[in-house]
């Protein structure tokens, strides 16, 4: 397998409320347009969008669960896994797909979803004219991601995606950067401390992400308002005042939440984040640090 692997990320210190630094990507510069809007919510939008903030939390912390004890304990699992498996990982968030499904069935007589036709070699454990079944090793490393988790599809994809990838840089600096601090001491330092994933309560990760792909924007001339429809939502959200598609066009990923100054958050403000990145999902982006800390955010002081 791969050791060398390179993932396609660089990672940044804990984002808490703030937006990703730029990067270069294959040496283009990509134009910040990062900016910040309220919203309009009625009472029953609130209701929903409160309800896929608390899955988007579940499925991150799935992830965490899957990933970080394999980091901590084995980072030579990540070298060990092929290019093909690595990508399955993120397919199988899409479709929150369970594996233990396949346990016992064969490939020719097994429908899977599009998205993972590609994969079905590795799922049925195909070598040859052998069948052998999804190895046990990679069941359950795959299991975890099928946990039945309401949420726009995308963004369980590109939240393991990223995940993953953050994962993959870190073994290789657990793997290569350790040295013995002494002779007769068994324990390791590295040269670069390694960073890792941490679960994040309702509190600190309070928020939903999508991608600039996934919504439309559409003025409405009448009202002179923006309405934003997003998957979650039958009606759009409202954003007077703007015309967000015609004054700002450079953003690729929006973040909604409700003001993170706020303890009680039932009459909160709802407010949405327009953010310019190269990442597809912003996984260290955290509410609040602290959640004992009064709600008060780094956001909150660095606006």
Not at 19 to 44: A, L, M, Q, W, Y
Request: proline share 4%; hydrophobic share 35%; with cysteine.
């Amino acid at each position: 397998m791969a050791s060398n692997r390179q993932p396609k990320h660089d990672y940044l210190k804990k984002l808490v409320g703030r937006d990703v630094s730029e990067r270069s990507h294959r040496g283009s510069p990509r134009r910040r347009e990062n900016f910040h809007k309220i919203i309009e919510v009625t009472k029953g939008q609130a209701q929903a969008l409160n309800q896929y903030i608390s899955n988007e939390n579940k499925y991150y912390n799935i992830i965490v669960d899957i990933l970080q004890p394999r980091l901590k304990n084995r980072p030579e699992f990540f070298s060990e896994i092929s290019e093909q498996q690595i990508e399955l990982f993120a397919k199988i968030a899409f479709h929150c797909f369970d594996v233990r499904t396949l346990a016992g069935k064969k490939s020719e007589n097994t429908e899977l979803p599009a998205r993972l036709e590609p994969f079905r070699d590795i799922l049925f454990g195909v070598h040859g004219d052998k069948e052998r079944g999804l190895s046990d090793k990679l069941s359950v490393f795959y299991e975890g991601l099928g946990i039945p988790t309401t949420l726009w599809p995308f963004t369980r994809e590109y939240m393991a995606a990223e995940m993953l990838d953050f994962c993959l840089k870190q073994s290789g600096t657990m793997s290569s950067g350790r040295t013995f601090l002494s002779n007769d001491d068994e324990a390791d330092a590295y040269r670069t401390s390694p960073e890792v994933l941490e679960g994040a309560s309702l509190m600190q990760k309070r928020h939903l992400q999508l991608s600039k792909k996934d919504v439309e924007l559409k003025w409405n001339e009448e009202k002179e308002v923006t309405e934003l429809t997003i998957p979650y939502l039958k009606t759009p959200l409202i954003i007077k005042n703007t015309n967000i598609a015609e004054q700002f066009q450079n953003w690729n990923l929006l973040i909604i939440h409700q003001d993170r100054n706020e303890v009680l958050l039932t009459n909160a403000v709802w407010e949405i984040d327009f953010k310019t990145t190269f990442n597809k999902y912003l996984f260290k982006y955290l509410d609040v640090i602290n959640p004992n800390s009064k709600m008060k955010s780094r956001f909150v002081r660095g606006r």
